[in-house]
C-alpha cells in the first residue's frame, strides 16, 4: 500500500474511493463500477501531475525521505552485473551503512560504493538509517585506493540525512574521516561519477560526492544541513523548515543553476517510489552516459578538471 505524504492528502482519498469501488465490485459480481473507478483514476492522474508539477523545497525533501523510495540496494541490484560486496575498513570494523564492491556496468568494470538506509525497521536499525561511523568513511576511502590501483571507475550513490553523530563516531575520529574521504575522491586518477538518489546531507554526502560529475534524481535534495537542523540554529525553532529549505537552495533545479551539480535524471511522475524500475533505470542510464564522457582521459586530465570544478565553484551565484 503507497504511504502518502501530507500533501498528498486530496489524492489519496481520491485513490481510495477507487479502490473501494474495485473491492465492492470483487465482492460481488453483478456490480459493475469500473466507469466511475475510471474516472476516479483519471481524476488522481491529473491530481497527481498537477501536484508534482511545482513542489516547494520543504514537500522535495519529503519525497526525497520517502520510505518506499528505492535504496543504494536496490539500484545496485538492477543497474550493475557480477556485484561483489567488500567489508571492512581493515582497522575497526565493517559500518553497514555503506555498501561498496566491485561490479560490472554495461559490460565495465567499476567500483560501486553507496549508502545504504534499509527499507524495514530491522534493515534501518542494521544499516544505521543511512549514517555513517568513521570506519564507513575509511572504508570507502579503501575501496577508492583499490579502484585507482587497478585503474577502475568510481560510481558513489548519496542517500544520507549526513554523517553519524554519536559520542563513540567522534572518540574515532567522525571529521577527519570525511575529510580524508573528501580528500581521497580528489586524489582519484579515475574517473569518478556521483548520483544523489535521495538525500545528500552535509559532509557525509560530500565524502563521497567529490566527484567529476554529481547528477541528482529530480526530487532529491543536498545540503549542507537538514532544514530541521538550519532551522533550529538560525530561528531556534525546528517548525521553520519550510523557510529553512527554501533558503539553503537543496533542490536539483536550484543546485543545477549554481553549478554545483552537472546534471539532474528525470524521476517519474509522482517520484521515484511510485514507479522505482523506471526511476533505477534512469539512473543506470546517466551513470553510462556520465562515465563516457571521460572516455580515454589519463590521470592527469581527470584530476585537473575535478580541481578545476570545485575551485570554481561558487562562480555562479542565484542572480547570474
Same mark, same amino acid.
Given at each position: 500500500?503507497?504511504?502518502?505524504?501530507?500533501?498528498?492528502?486530496?489524492?489519496?482519498?481520491?485513490?481510495?474511493?477507487?479502490?473501494?469501488?474495485?473491492?465492492?465490485?470483487?465482492?460481488?459480481?453483478?456490480?459493475?463500477?469500473?466507469?466511475?473507478?475510471?474516472?476516479?483514476?483519471?481524476?488522481?492522474?491529473?491530481?497527481?501531475?498537477?501536484?508534482?508539477?511545482?513542489?516547494?523545497?520543504?514537500?522535495?525533501?519529503?519525497?526525497?525521505? #520517502?520510505?518506499?523510495?528505492? /535504496?543504494?540496494?536496490?539500484?545496485?541490484?538492477?543497474?550493475?552485473?557480477?556485484?561483489?560486496? $567488500?567489508?571492512?575498513?581493515?582497522?575497526?570494523?565493517?559500518? #553497514?551503512?555503506?555498501?561498496?564492491? $566491485?561490479?560490472?556496468?554495461?559490460?565495465?568494470?567499476?567500483?560501486?560504493?553507496? /549508502?545504504?538506509?534499509?527499507?524495514?525497521?530491522?534493515?534501518?536499525?542494521?544499516?544505521?538509517?543511512?549514517?555513517?561511523?568513521?570506519?564507513?568513511?575509511?572504508?570507502?576511502?579503501? $575501496?577508492?585506493?583499490?579502484?585507482?590501483?587497478?585503474?577502475?571507475?568510481?560510481?558513489?550513490?548519496?542517500?544520507?540525512?549526513?554523517?553519524?553523530?554519536?559520542?563513540?563516531?567522534?572518540?574515532?575520529?567522525?571529521?577527519?574521516?570525511?575529510?580524508?574521504?573528501?580528500?581521497?575522491?580528489?586524489?582519484?586518477?579515475?574517473?569518478?561519477?556521483?548520483?544523489?538518489? &535521495?538525500?545528500?546531507?552535509?559532509? &557525509?554526502?560530500?565524502?563521497?560526492?567529490?566527484?567529476?560529475?554529481?547528477?541528482?534524481?529530480? #526530487?532529491?535534495?543536498?545540503?549542507?544541513?537538514?532544514?530541521?537542523?538550519?532551522?533550529?540554529?538560525?530561528?531556534?525553532?525546528?517548525?521553520?523548515?519550510?523557510?529553512?529549505?527554501?533558503?539553503?537552495?537543496?533542490?536539483?533545479?536550484?543546485?543545477?543553476?549554481? &553549478?554545483?551539480?552537472?546534471?539532474?535524471?528525470?524521476?517519474?511522475?509522482?517520484?521515484? /517510489?511510485?514507479?522505482? #524500475?523506471?526511476?533505477?533505470?534512469?539512473?543506470?542510464?546517466?551513470?553510462?552516459?556520465?562515465?563516457?564522457?571521460?572516455?580515454?582521459?589519463?590521470?592527469?586530465?581527470?584530476?585537473?578538471?575535478?580541481?578545476?570544478?570545485?575551485?570554481?565553484?561558487?562562480?555562479?551565484?542565484?542572480?547570474?
Amino acid at each position: 500500500m503507497t504511504q502518502y505524504l501530507d500533501f498528498e492528502k486530496p489524492l489519496s482519498e481520491v485513490e481510495g474511493k477507487a479502490e473501494e469501488l474495485r473491492a465492492m465490485a470483487r465482492s460481488d459480481s453483478k456490480v459493475d463500477v469500473e466507469k466511475e473507478a475510471s474516472q476516479l483514476d483519471q481524476k488522481a492522474r491529473d491530481m497527481l501531475a498537477n501536484l508534482y508539477r511545482n513542489l516547494s523545497p520543504w514537500q522535495k525533501a519529503q519525497v526525497a525521505r #520517502h520510505a518506499e523510495r528505492p /535504496h543504494c540496494k536496490d539500484y545496485i541490484e538492477r543497474i550493475f552485473t557480477e556485484w561483489t560486496p $567488500l567489508a571492512g575498513d581493515r582497522n575497526f570494523a565493517d559500518d #553497514h551503512a555503506v555498501m561498496g564492491g $566491485l561490479a560490472r556496468l554495461d559490460g565495465r568494470s567499476v567500483m560501486v560504493i553507496g /549508502h545504504e538506509k534499509g527499507h524495514d525497521t530491522r534493515t534501518r536499525i542494521e544499516r544505521n538509517f543511512g549514517m555513517a561511523r568513521p570506519e564507513g568513511y575509511r572504508k570507502a576511502i579503501r $575501496l577508492m585506493q583499490m579502484a585507482d590501483r587497478f585503474g577502475l571507475p568510481v560510481v558513489t550513490l548519496i542517500d544520507t540525512p549526513g554523517a553519524y553523530p554519536g559520542k563513540g563516531a567522534e572518540e574515532r575520529g567522525q571529521s577527519e574521516a570525511i575529510a580524508r574521504s573528501t580528500q581521497e575522491c580528489l586524489r582519484l586518477g579515475v574517473p569518478l561519477v556521483s548520483v544523489v538518489i &535521495g538525500e545528500g546531507g552535509s559532509g &557525509g554526502a560530500v565524502a563521497f560526492a567529490t566527484a567529476n560529475r554529481v547528477a541528482m534524481l529530480e #526530487h532529491s535534495i543536498y545540503s549542507v544541513i537538514s532544514p530541521e537542523g538550519c532551522a533550529s540554529i538560525l530561528w531556534k525553532d525546528a517548525e521553520k523548515m519550510r523557510e529553512a529549505a527554501e533558503a539553503l537552495r537543496l533542490t536539483a533545479q536550484d543546485l543545477l543553476k549554481l &553549478g554545483v551539480i552537472d546534471r539532474i535524471v528525470a524521476e517519474p511522475l509522482g517520484g521515484a /517510489h511510485r514507479d522505482r #524500475h523506471a526511476a533505477i533505470a534512469s539512473v543506470g542510464t546517466a551513470l553510462t552516459a556520465m562515465l563516457a564522457e571521460f572516455d580515454g582521459q589519463d590521470a592527469e586530465t581527470l584530476r585537473g578538471q575535478r580541481r578545476a570544478k570545485y575551485l570554481g565553484m561558487g562562480s555562479k551565484g542565484l542572480a547570474a
